[in-house]
C-alpha cells in the first residue's frame, strides 16, 4: 500500500507543477497583448512614416544663397599669404607646361581665380581657350574645333603666297573628332607664340567624366602645340585616367593648391539642400552662364541673328555665331522650333519677369 501512496504523492506533485507553468505562461500571453494595446495604430505608423522632405516649407534657393554670402569670411590674411605663395611658382609651372607637362591643380577651394591669374599674368605667349568643366553640359567638340580653326588661322597667315584659302578646306564642324584631332597632330612651330593652353576648370566636372570625352581630351593634350592646365575637386578624379593616359598623353605634373575660397560660380549649377528653385534659379544661371562669356557673347541679339550681327561687327562668320547659339543651346537658355515656313527659329525659354530681371543684372 505504501508503494501506492508514494506513486500517488508524485503524480500530485507533477499535476501541481504544470499548472504553475501554465499560470506563467498566460501571464507572458497577457502582458504581450496588453503592450500591444499601448502601441499606437498601424495606420497612424504609416501616417507617421508618410511625411516627405518635399513637404516642408523650404526657403528660396535665391534667399538662402543670398544668406551664404553674407556670411564673412575668416582667416583672409592666411589666405592672402597662400595665394602669394602660389604665384611665386607660376614660374616653374611655365616652365613645366614648355617642358611638355600638363599641370593638375587639386586642393580644397575654388582654384578658378587662381588658374585664370596664371592664364593672364604667365601665360601670355599662349592662345588661351577656357573650358568650364563645372558646367551641366559642354559641347566638347566645339572646344576642338576652336583649337583647329586657330591653328588654321595662323597657318594661314603664314603662307599668305599659296592659293590654298579656307573654302577650299572642309569645315572643321563637319569633320569627325578624330579627323581634327589628325590635323592638329600635324601642326609642328619653332614659334612659341603658336601654342595653344587649354585651361579647364573641374575637369572632372559633370559633363566631362565619361570615358570618350576624356580619351578626347587626352589625345588632345598630345598634339604638339597643345598644352593643358586643369583642376579637380572630386575625390575619385584620379579614377577617370588609366596609366597611359596619366604618363604618356596628359603627363601631369600634380599641384596642392588649396585656396580655401567659396565655390560661388562652381555651385550655382548645384541645387542646395532644403532650398526650393523655380524661375530665379534659371535666372541665376542665365546670369552666371551670360557673364562667363566673351563680352561678343553677351550683347549677341537673337531676333535679327546672323544679319545684325555682322552689322555690328560682333561676329565675322556664320562659325563664330553657331559657336556662340551652341553655347546658349547647351545651357537652355536658347531654344530651337520649326516656323511655319519650315525654317529654325530660335527664342529663349525665359518668362518676361525672369528675362527683365536678367537684364537689370547684366546692365
Not at 21 to 44: I, N, Q, T, W
Not at 55 to 65: I, K, P
Not at 90 to 113: A, D, I, P, V
Request: net charge negative; aromatic share 8%.
Amino acid at each position: 500500500m505504501a508503494p501506492r501512496g508514494g506513486h500517488a504523492a508524485a503524480a500530485v506533485g507533477v499535476s501541481s507543477g504544470s499548472e504553475d507553468d501554465d499560470e506563467e505562461e498566460a501571464g507572458f500571453s497577457r502582458s504581450y497583448f496588453l503592450a500591444k494595446e499601448k502601441e499606437p495604430s498601424s495606420g497612424k505608423k504609416r501616417a507617421r512614416a508618410a511625411g516627405k522632405l518635399s513637404d516642408l516649407n523650404l526657403v528660396d534657393e535665391q534667399v538662402l544663397r543670398a544668406s551664404l554670402a553674407e556670411i564673412p569670411p575668416k582667416h583672409e590674411r592666411e589666405v592672402e599669404a597662400l595665394t602669394r605663395s602660389y604665384k611665386d611658382q607660376y614660374r616653374n609651372w611655365l616652365f613645366e607646361l614648355r617642358c611638355g607637362f600638363g599641370l593638375l591643380m587639386y586642393g580644397f577651394g575654388s582654384k578658378k581665380m587662381l588658374l585664370e591669374d596664371f592664364a593672364s599674368t604667365t601665360l601670355t605667349d599662349f592662345t588661351v581657350i577656357v573650358v568650364n568643366g563645372y558646367l551641366p553640359s559642354i559641347n566638347l567638340k566645339q572646344v576642338i574645333v576652336t583649337i583647329a580653326e586657330i591653328f588654321w588661322e595662323q597657318t594661314k597667315h603664314k603662307r599668305k603666297r599659296q592659293t590654298a584659302t579656307r573654302s577650299q578646306l572642309q569645315p572643321f564642324a563637319s569633320q569627325s573628332i578624330d579627323d581634327i584631332i589628325s590635323f592638329l597632330n600635324n601642326q609642328t612651330s619653332d614659334n612659341g607664340d603658336d601654342n595653344v593652353c587649354l585651361l579647364i576648370h573641374n575637369i572632372d566636372g559633370p559633363a566631362l567624366r565619361d570615358a570618350e570625352s576624356q580619351q578626347y581630351l587626352a589625345q588632345v593634350s598630345c598634339c604638339p602645340q597643345v598644352h593643358v592646365v586643369a583642376s579637380v575637386d572630386h575625390v575619385n578624379a584620379p579614377l577617370l585616367w588609366d596609366k597611359k593616359m596619366v604618363h604618356t598623353q596628359f603627363k601631369w605634373s600634380w599641384y596642392h593648391v588649396p585656396t580655401f575660397a567659396p565655390y560661388k560660380v562652381e555651385g550655382v549649377f548645384y541645387p542646395l539642400i532644403l532650398a526650393s528653385g523655380g524661375h530665379a534659379q534659371t535666372t541665376k544661371t542665365a546670369l552666371v552662364v551670360l557673364q562667363s562669356l566673351t563680352p561678343n557673347a553677351q550683347s549677341m541679339h537673337f531676333s535679327s541673328l546672323y544679319t545684325k550681327c555682322r552689322e555690328r561687327f560682333l561676329v565675322s562668320s556664320q562659325v563664330t555665331l553657331n559657336s556662340h547659339l551652341t553655347e546658349f543651346k547647351d545651357h537652355d537658355l536658347v531654344k530651337i522650333r520649326k516656323h511655319s515656313d519650315g525654317q529654325d527659329c530660335l527664342h529663349i525659354p525665359l518668362v518676361s519677369d525672369a528675362l527683365e530681371k536678367l537684364l537689370q543684372e547684366l546692365a
